[in-house]
């Protein structure tokens, strides 16, 4: 991992917008792909009217992530920008919330050689959010704008 990469990854897990709303991030980069590991406690400054977890803090601690693996692996030849989320909540918990990030080499390949050959790409992904228990309390769809960056105007 170069100092930069470790730079980014240290970044992410303090970023104030995620670090206050008690959202805490692990990343692990395994043979050069970054994966997230995410984890909302309940705490009074993230629970909703009816103490269960806020619905906001929940679709937030998912949101960067898939466009920082895309930027991550792709370099900056490539342009990744969030282009629409959408949540569907499932059942309220009262618990601490977590979710997985990840995406697999062969499933960036594949993006990189679209974006390469058609010149764009808006993949989607969907993340499972669970409380401690296990149980399934949200889903998320992120899909993602990625275009080769040109020496033009961009």
Known sequence: MTPYQRFKTTFVRFYPPLWFAGIRVKSKRVENILSFHIKLKSTLLNRGVRGTYFGGSAFSMVD???????????????????????????????????????????????????????????????????????????????????????????
């Open 64 to 154: 960067p992530f898939h466009m920082l693996i895309l930027m991550d692996y792709l370099g900056n030849d490539y342009l990744v920008w969030d282009k629409k989320s959408s949540i569907k909540f499932i059942k309220p918990s009262r618990k601490a919330l977590s979710a997985d990030v990840i995406l697999t080499k062969d499933e960036m390949d594949e993006i990189r050689q679209k974006v390469d050959s058609e010149g764009d790409s808006t993949p989607s992904f969907k993340i499972q959010i669970h409380d401690t228990d296990g149980i399934l309390v949200a889903e998320v769809e992120k899909v993602v704008y990625l275009r080769k960056i040109t020496n033009e105007k961009s």
